[in-house]
């Protein structure tokens, strides 16, 4: 039997979106690798129009924390780095690659101090800048949309329309960031009048939201043309600083859109588990829509089930994706007499192969859950087309969850469940907050510090909410230190010796954490019979967390493991570059014979305990 509502899918939520933006949310990985992706392959500079001599292929790239403007480079290919002459301008770097909307994403790497900006168009500034550890950023730092300028206007107002970022969540020179764009170009009609304005859709940086529908009334300070047009290049600035890109990745859409026409509709009372007999089943109502939409006169209370036929115009051939949410039961699509979405819960997804030409269109919405408002929505995208609301807009969204925030305007401490990426989840976690906007989660389980993250505090929706599960979610962009969470100290018979992931025969007991007079917390605990306190703070300039682990009489073989990784480099005395240059170490003592070994796979930095250990984390 054809069950219709099987189960309402429980939506996580670390942000209220509207029912519409769900949908898109929702497909979002469904067909991020189904699109037409355009990969420069940073081999050489033939994606670029002429470009300048300041521009190069590298192989490799670091930046210098004390240097400003210093990027070094080592050779091969991969990475695009912009280094103009010592006290010269260098010149931009156009794409010849032309586009209208896109979905634009990369890695890159600003130095010290330094300066630069990606324009869509041309004309539109998204900009980069070290904006390391800001506290209330502007929309002259990095991540904000860049104003607009007028010479006429009085002196301090020739700036408007620009747009700071959210939140900041910029990482320290020299370590990759990893930009998304989305975004919609201006409209024009047939005499080339504007008729609707650039959007950036959505801009996350580092894995957060910072930027979103944000209209763009004209183009911005330092455009290539104050004009705005349908399509143009990608141009990156290089009259400033130095910078570094790669894995540049260009989803351009350009494909023209699918259209419904010749909606009719015929509404059925009563609740129904399967698909009936259309044939011998008579409607309360029928009739034609100009859109498919569920705004229909003379829906049942409760439960029914509407039926729409209609006519889907195809013009250009692809693969289709759908994305059909039908609020309070299930939803049937198919396209030319084929099953494309079959019932499963609220929310359905299906692809369907289609040619040029027009299609046969069913859709089924069956209602059973009284309380769900009656509303419909079906998106669709293909390789050239970004996911679109191709039904009607105008519909009642399902309730959201209002969010429930934890802001850090002092030191604040809160328990709760944390899942780690790419972990388990660690079920005696204590966050940590501070108004510096850098926080860091402790897991008194092992007794470290398990991820540190920039930015606002935490989602405890998933904890409070309704029955709730226990958890919260950090807010800003987060590092994780380590997603394998086990003993911070280890006793070694020899160097190499595995670190042990099982507490039996270590003695460890957490003994809790004390507050000074600020709020912050030091954690305690013992382990191989001694005592160890386990001091965090945050800092100076906002720059990460530094780390002091006491230990009581520490034996000779007792080590702490500072940092796991893909790959771990001593980048200086006493400063490390942990990862795909992701985060950086700094002992307090240089000469503190830090050691770098391998591990099934992985590296680890170890060093031997003392009475006292310092070291920072720097991201």
Same mark, same amino acid.
């Given at each position: 039997m054809l069950?219709?509502?099987?189960?309402?899918?429980?939506l996580k939520?670390?942000r209220v979106y509207?029912?519409?933006?769900?949908v898109?949310?929702l497909?979002i990985?469904?067909?991020?690798?189904?699109?037409?992706?355009?990969?420069?392959p940073?081999?050489?500079?033939?994606a670029?129009?002429?470009?300048?001599?300041?521009w190069?292929?590298?192989?490799g790239?670091?930046?210098d924390?004390?240097q400003n403007n210093l990027?070094?480079?080592?050779a091969g290919?991969?990475?695009?780095v912009?280094l103009p002459?010592?006290?010269?301008h260098g010149q931009?770097?156009f794409s010849?690659?032309?586009?209208?909307?896109l979905?634009l994403?990369?890695?890159?790497?600003?130095?010290?101090?330094?300066?630069?900006?990606?324009y869509?168009?041309?004309?539109y500034?998204?900009?980069?800048?070290?904006?390391w550890?800001?506290l209330?950023?502007?929309?002259?730092?990095?991540g904000?949309?860049?104003?607009?300028?007028?010479?006429?206007?009085?002196?301090?107002q020739?700036?408007y329309?620009?747009? /700071?970022?959210?939140?900041n969540v910029?990482?320290?020179?020299?370590l990759?960031?990893?930009?998304?764009?989305?975004?919609?170009?201006p409209r024009?009609?047939? /005499?080339?009048?504007?008729?609707?304005?650039?959007v950036?859709?959505?801009?996350?940086?580092?894995g957060?939201?910072?930027?979103?529908?944000?209209?763009?009334s004209g183009?911005?300070?330092?455009?290539?043309?104050?004009n705005?047009?349908?399509?143009g290049p990608?141009?990156?600035?290089?009259?400033h600083?130095?910078?570094?890109?790669?894995?540049?990745?260009?989803?351009?859409?350009?494909?023209p859109?699918?259209?419904?026409e010749?909606?009719?509709?015929s509404?059925?009372?009563?609740?129904?588990?399967?698909?009936?007999?259309?044939a011998?089943?008579?409607?309360?109502?029928?009739g034609t829509?100009?859109l498919?939409?569920?705004?229909?006169?003379?829906?049942?209370?409760?439960?029914?089930?509407?039926?729409?036929t209609?006519?889907i115009?195809i013009?250009?051939?692809?693969k289709?994706?759908?994305?059909?949410h039908?609020s309070?039961g299930?939803?049937v699509?198919?396209?030319?007499?084929?099953?494309?979405?079959t019932p499963?819960?609220?929310?359905g997804?299906?692809?369907?192969?289609?040619?040029?030409g027009?299609y046969?269109?069913?859709?089924?919405?069956?209602?059973?859950?009284?309380?769900?408002?009656?509303?419909?929505t079906?998106?669709?995208?293909?390789?050239?087309?970004?996911d679109?609301?191709?039904?009607?807009?105008?519909?009642p969204?399902d309730?959201p969850?209002?969010?429930?925030?934890?802001t850090?305007?002092?030191n604040t401490?809160?328990?709760?469940?944390?899942?780690?990426?790419?972990g388990?989840?660690?079920v005696?976690?204590?966050s940590?907050?501070s108004?510096a906007?850098v926080?860091y989660t402790?897991d008194m389980?092992?007794?470290?510090?398990?991820q540190?993250?920039?930015g606002?505090?935490?989602?405890?929706t998933p904890m409070?909410?309704?029955r709730?599960d226990?958890?919260?979610?950090?807010?800003?962009?987060v590092?994780?230190?380590t997603n394998?969470?086990?003993?911070?100290?280890?006793?070694? /018979?020899?160097?190499?010796?595995?670190?042990s992931t099982?507490t039996?025969?270590?003695?460890?007991?957490?003994?809790g954490y004390a507050?000074?007079e600020?709020?912050?917390?030091?954690f305690?605990y013992?382990i191989?019979g001694?005592?160890?306190?386990?001091?965090?703070?945050v800092?100076?300039?906002?720059?990460?967390?530094?780390?002091?682990?006491?230990?009581q009489?520490?034996?000779?073989?007792l080590?702490l493991?500072?940092a796991?990784?893909?790959s771990?480099?001593?980048?200086s005395?006493?400063?490390?570059?942990?990862?795909?240059k992701?985060y950086?170490v700094k002992?307090d003592?240089?000469?503190?014979n830090?050691i770098?070994r391998n591990?099934n796979?992985?590296?680890?930095?170890?060093?031997p305990?003392q009475?006292?250990?310092?070291?920072?984390v720097?991201?």
């Amino acid at each position: 039997m054809l069950r219709w509502n099987k189960f309402r899918p429980k939506l996580k939520q670390l942000r209220v979106y509207d029912r519409r933006t769900l949908v898109l949310i929702l497909s979002i990985g469904s067909c991020q690798q189904m699109m037409a992706q355009n990969k420069l392959p940073l081999t050489d500079l033939s994606a670029f129009q002429q470009p300048a001599a300041n521009w190069r292929i590298a192989g490799g790239v670091k930046a210098d924390l004390q240097q400003n403007n210093l990027l070094q480079t080592t050779a091969g290919t991969g990475i695009l780095v912009n280094l103009p002459e010592k006290n010269a301008h260098g010149q931009d770097l156009f794409s010849t690659l032309q586009h209208g909307d896109l979905d634009l994403e990369l890695d890159y790497m600003m130095s010290k101090g330094s300066n630069s900006g990606i324009y869509l168009q041309g004309r539109y500034e998204i900009q980069l800048l070290d904006s390391w550890g800001t506290l209330a950023p502007r929309a002259s730092d990095n991540g904000g949309i860049y104003e607009r300028w007028n010479d006429s206007k009085p002196e301090g107002q020739q700036g408007y329309d620009g747009h /700071a970022p959210r939140q900041n969540v910029s990482r320290a020179p020299g370590l990759w960031q990893h930009m998304k764009i989305s975004f919609q170009a201006p409209r024009f009609d047939a /005499a080339g009048n504007k008729t609707a304005d650039a959007v950036i859709l959505k801009l996350e940086l580092n894995g957060v939201t910072i930027q979103e529908n944000v209209v763009l009334s004209g183009p911005t300070r330092g455009a290539v043309q104050n004009n705005e047009v349908a399509s143009g290049p990608l141009r990156i600035q290089g009259d400033h600083g130095t910078v570094a890109f790669r894995n540049i990745v260009i989803h351009n859409f350009s494909a023209p859109r699918p259209t419904l026409e010749n909606v009719k509709y015929s509404v059925y009372k009563g609740s129904f588990d399967k698909e009936p007999d259309f044939a011998t089943l008579k409607p309360v109502t029928s009739g034609t829509s100009a859109l498919l939409t569920s705004n229909i006169a003379g829906l049942p209370d409760n439960e029914f089930l509407v039926r729409y036929t209609t006519t889907i115009a195809i013009k250009t051939a692809g693969k289709y994706n759908f994305n059909l949410h039908t609020s309070g039961g299930g939803g049937v699509l198919k396209v030319n007499n084929q099953p494309v979405i079959t019932p499963q819960g609220w929310d359905g997804r299906g692809s369907i192969e289609l040619q040029p030409g027009s299609y046969p269109v069913e859709v089924l919405y069956a209602k059973n859950t009284d309380w769900a408002k009656p509303s419909i929505t079906l998106s669709v995208s293909e390789a050239g087309i970004r996911d679109f609301v191709i039904s009607d807009t105008n519909v009642p969204v399902d309730d959201p969850t209002d969010p429930i925030l934890v802001t850090a305007n002092e030191n604040t401490v809160l328990r709760s469940f944390m899942d780690v990426r790419g972990g388990k989840r660690v079920v005696h976690a204590v966050s940590v907050g501070s108004p510096a906007k850098v926080h860091y989660t402790y897991d008194m389980d092992n007794g470290l510090p398990f991820q540190v993250w920039r930015g606002e505090f935490l989602n405890t929706t998933p904890m409070w909410h309704d029955r709730g599960d226990g958890s919260s979610r950090p807010l800003g962009t987060v590092q994780v230190l380590t997603n394998q969470p086990a003993l911070a100290i280890g006793k070694l /018979a020899t160097k190499e010796t595995a670190w042990s992931t099982d507490t039996a025969g270590t003695g460890f007991r957490p003994t809790g954490y004390a507050l000074d007079e600020s709020g912050k917390p030091t954690f305690r605990y013992n382990i191989y019979g001694t005592a160890v306190t386990d001091d965090i703070s945050v800092l100076p300039e906002n720059q990460g967390i530094h780390r002091t682990v006491t230990v009581q009489q520490p034996a000779s073989d007792l080590y702490l493991r500072i940092a796991v990784g893909d790959s771990i480099e001593q980048v200086s005395p006493g400063l490390y570059v942990i990862g795909d240059k992701s985060y950086y170490v700094k002992m307090d003592d240089a000469k503190a014979n830090p050691i770098i070994r391998n591990q099934n796979g992985r590296a680890e930095l170890i060093v031997p305990v003392q009475a006292k250990t310092g070291y920072a984390v720097i991201f």
